[in-house]
């Protein structure tokens, strides 16, 4: 005869839950904004009647100018030309030229970086 043997079932006791670590609580320092460094736009004007169907250009040194091709000024009323250069380190060294062919008389014009300059240059 065989004998029976009791087959008992062992259950694990589920184990305590596991509690999240808890977190200090920190106060960062409010946070310092720091504000862009405004861009320095130097402003210049030329007051002169260049003729109907002409465009006045300027050359010279400073953000975007070279001695050897002109920029279009912008048109803004009829003897009223004008251009904003932007980030200029340095003085901007300049002159005016008719269709940029002729160039004005006299000699260079110096402008502060970061200044408004209204020019009346001569042909």
């Known amino acids: 005869m065989k004998k029976k043997t009791k087959v008992t079932k062992i259950t694990k006791t589920p184990a305590p839950a ?3 670590a808890k977190s200090r609580k920190t106060t960062a320092a409010p946070a310092v904004k720091k504000s862009a460094p405004k861009a320095v736009v130097t402003s210049i004007s030329a007051q002169v009647n260049v003729g109907f169907g002409n465009m006045l250009y300027i ?9 050897d091709k002109g920029v279009l000024m912008a048109c803004v009323a009829d003897d009223q030309w004008a251009i904003l250069l932007a980030d200029a380190t340095g003085p901007v060294i300049c002159k005016f030229l008719i269709n940029d062919l002729i160039w004005c008389a006299g000699d260079d014009f110096v402008i502060t970086p970061g200044t408004k300059m209204a020019i009346s240059p001569v042909f």
């Open 59 to 67: 050359r010279g040194v400073g953000p975007g100018l070279s001695w």
């Open 18 to 20: 596991k509690t999240a």
